[in-house]
């Protein structure tokens, strides 16, 4: 009977610890959350969203030039990234299937996937910033570029495979060719999915800070010119939060704020997407 | 049969264009190590690699570069991030999949897996600006006063300061990756078949007892992978440590002092590199960084989540 009351009380002390822990874990995500909406709520109005970059020691100003440039380098990200990794998802599925090349590859898109971004910045710097003499928006966006590219190719991918063989076949027994199969019948039994993927890997790339530290680099005023240094709400939150401006402290936190719940946002969305479609 | 040529032609082109975007990820991958060999070769030629690890001179107004200290940073923040954080991830699995009522496990889980969302220079600032306050009036005098009197490790555990340093940088590290963790060790641990359970609970196991002598045994290649790739992380984190590691480009005598790491180096000093030998230094840096983090990935994903697939 002493064992067996041993072996209770184990039991309970880590049926205790876990929930702790599980407790725990959602305190850390209060207390963020938390601070960000006691710190960046105060600051939040009309004119964070419009107003132009303040000046050192202004008190009036707001984040448009950020807003903007983190806009502008994240969807020229997209432009470049998602079309290559659909249609690099596509390979592996459609033609690679279980080939030891369509493995190999897949194993090295994952290896790129764990590559730190910092390193993924200073690889764009040396292509892109090093030649051309100055920094640019548009290698910011090379630099996301990359590291959405191994997102979309997986989920690609893995959403493509999911498409029933039946489909391809009654397509092909129509005549139709393959890319013909595949752009009318697969993507479209796919494209949820695919949708998914895009919105997790724009979630992923939106928030990332320290691969734009030394490619689009920032800049203090309003410019829709993509080859010249831009800013984005990452790198401005960490200038201002740094800067010794108290008015720039409280955009950097106001930045903070529409950064995180833009991206967790995005993340709901991406989740309701893929539970709707794929969860009976 | 008019227009099949065309046809074909169209087929011919989308599968040049599919298989040259395949291409493109693997070209990226290789020219990102031969970009960073290419331009960290004057640092290579200066001090040598071997040299380079081994100095722990940080001076760039002399031009003397050593890598030591942002070496020894990463290593170090990494493993104390990963042994504070793999028991806390892994009992939120265990919440997860054995506690936790169905109607919570769902809302549970995704609170955790959001935490994994917040980008990480969020992490940084409040990192900066909330927590290391904390550790600094709460967590760092009970160390100094409890292990830091300790013999021999002591010192290790001693001395005070504003608060940023290796552990801070460490314990924010430690928050970050525990939702990556706890997601791999929770699918993992979904993977056993409910039948193997079922029958130790027959048996008169407690949860525990199945947690111990079931579940984990056969997890346990999926969790040691999901730890190793979460390592990984650790270490090319770069904004959530920046803020709080201290910057200071020297070994520290106690895990409480500011010190450094091959990110936070490469964060601060990359866009102000005015000498090329400066430059090609950050760039060794990157470099050293990429192939560490390319072994861990290798191990975790090659040697233990392999199997677990293949053994699905």
Known sequence: MD???????VNNIVLIFSTFAAIFGILWLIWILGTLIYKGGSTLSWEVFVGNPPAPGDNTGGLKHAIIGQFLIVSIAVVIGVPIGILAGTFLSEYGKNSRLANIVRDISDILMSVPSIVIGTFVYAI????????MGISGSVALAIMMLPIIVRTTDDMLNMVPGELREAAYALGATKSKVITSVV??????GIIT?????VARIGGETAPLLFTSFNNNFLTYNVFQPMASLTVTMYDYA????????????AAAIILTFGVLALNLIGRAIAKWKFKK | MKGKGKLYLGDRVFQILAFLSTLIIVVSLFAIGITLYKEAAPAIHKFGIINFIKSPNWNPPMDEFGGLPAIYGTIVSTIISIVLSVPVAIGIAIFLTEIAPNRLKSPIGIAIELLAAIPSI???MWGLFYFAPVVRDYIQPVIHATLGKLPIVGPWFSGFTPGIGLFTASLVLAVMILPFTAAIARDSFNMVPPILKESAYALGATKWDVMKDVVLPYAKLGVIGGIILSLGRAMGETMAVTFVMGNQPVIPQSILQPATSITVTLANEFAEADTKIYLSSLFLLALILFVMSFIVIAIGKFLFLKKVERGK
């Open chain 1, 242 to 253: 740094m800067s010794p401006y108290q008015y720039w402290q409280k955009l950097a936190w």
């Open chain 1, 197 to 201: 993927g895009v919105i997790l890997a």
């Open chain 2, 122 to 124: 969020i992490y940084g």
């Open chain 1, 3 to 9: 064992a067996f009351k041993r072996r209770k009380i």
């Open chain 1, 128 to 135: 892109l910033v090093e030649p051309f003499g100055h920094f």
């Open chain 1, 187 to 192: 993507y479209k039994g796919a494209i949820t």
